[in-house]
């Protein structure tokens, strides 16, 4: 195969690697693209070109992770990843392991992890490199990669279990979630809440979000229901998707722009976490983005008006 060819063939397993790494759609193609550029320009072929380029994306977006940790540390609000609407790489035998690892409450233990961990960890319980390879990717030897592992596993396991509701049944909940969220209706969407239910949003203080987290079933509830309706009056729709592997919804104004992506994290046969990307530099990917604050205004200027 040519060079082309070659790198064509694998570009799914290094987006894939990059993004869990890294949580951004548009850092983990940069990342692939540099990785090309690397490749193109060496003067000899390495033996193993799967190797050769997985140790060249992951020192890349360790590099970008390491800077980007400053950024992040001074983010305003909770930082959420930027949503992926479908995993480009697949692999029957590790299939539980790369649905789970790109949900975004993985993504959100990830973040917890130091750049070394979480690296290591995506490359030896993710995508089951051997240790060798996961040594010379980061640059440290096997016993030192099988302590980051030891003490990643542990951090990963202790904040969350794994996905335990087969696809059709998170499915099948999600939408009476979003059959009730359209009606209004407080008792429906409280029963398929979990009692400690929590609602966060990432605007990143680019867009209009929640002062703080909402928790608890009846205050969860109480509150989409006093919102959406209000929404679907300004014209906002959503349409169901699957995000970061579990079930969610893209949100738009009546333009069709972006206004928000929502992901419902379901354990238990009930959901656990409502996650809201509403900061613009996370959806172009997604589609053309909306104002966020136009939006807001005109919902607020809607609740003022006398009925």
């Avoid at 050769?52 to 890349?60: A, C, E, F, Q």
């Avoid at 975004?104 to 070394?116: D, H, K, N, Q």
């Avoid at 656990?272 to 053309?288: E, Q, T």
């Amino acid at each position: 195969m040519s060079k082309v060819e070659e790198f064509e063939e694998l570009r799914p397993l290094l987006f894939s690697i990059a993004y869990r790494i890294l949580g951004s759609v548009s850092e983990a193609e940069d990342a692939v693209q540099e990785t090309w550029l690397r490749y193109d320009g060496t003067t000899t072929r390495p033996t193993s070109p799967k190797a050769y380029l997985s140790t060249t994306v992951t020192r890349i977006a360790l590099d970008v992770l390491r800077s980007a940790r400053v950024r992040r540390e001074q983010y305003v609000g909770p930082w959420f990843p930027e949503p992926l609407l479908s995993d480009p790489y697949e692999d029957p035998a590790r299939a539980m392991e790369l649905a789970d690892s790109v949900s975004m409450a993985a993504l959100v233990l990830l973040e917890r992890l130091s750049p070394l961990e979480r690296a290591v960890f995506v490359l030896r319980e993710v995508f089951g490199f051997e240790f060798d390879e996961v040594a010379a990717a980061v640059g440290r030897s096997e016993a030192a990669c099988r302590q980051l592992v030891v003490r990643a596993r542990r951090h990963m396991r202790d904040g969350r279990p794994r996905f335990e509701a087969p696809r059709e049944e998170r499915e099948e909940l999600a939408s009476r979630f979003f059959d009730a969220l359209r009606e209004g209706d407080v008792a429906s969407l409280q029963d398929l809440l979990a009692a400690d239910v929590s609602m966060a949003g990432d605007g990143g203080g680019k867009a209009p979000q929640l002062a703080r987290t909402v928790v608890g079933a009846e205050n969860v509830a109480r509150l989409l229901a006093s919102v959406f309706p209000w929404m679907a009056r300004i014209d906002v729709t959503f349409e169901l998707h699957e995000i970061n592997g579990e079930p969610g919804a893209i949100f738009r104004e009546r333009e069709g722009g972006v206004l928000t992506v929502m992901v419902l994290d379901v354990l238990g046969g009930r959901i656990r976490a409502i996650r809201s990307v509403i900061n613009p530099d996370k959806l172009a990917h997604v589609g053309p983005v909306a104002d966020a604050w136009a939006v807001d205004r005109e919902l607020r200027r809607l609740r003022r008006q006398p009925h």
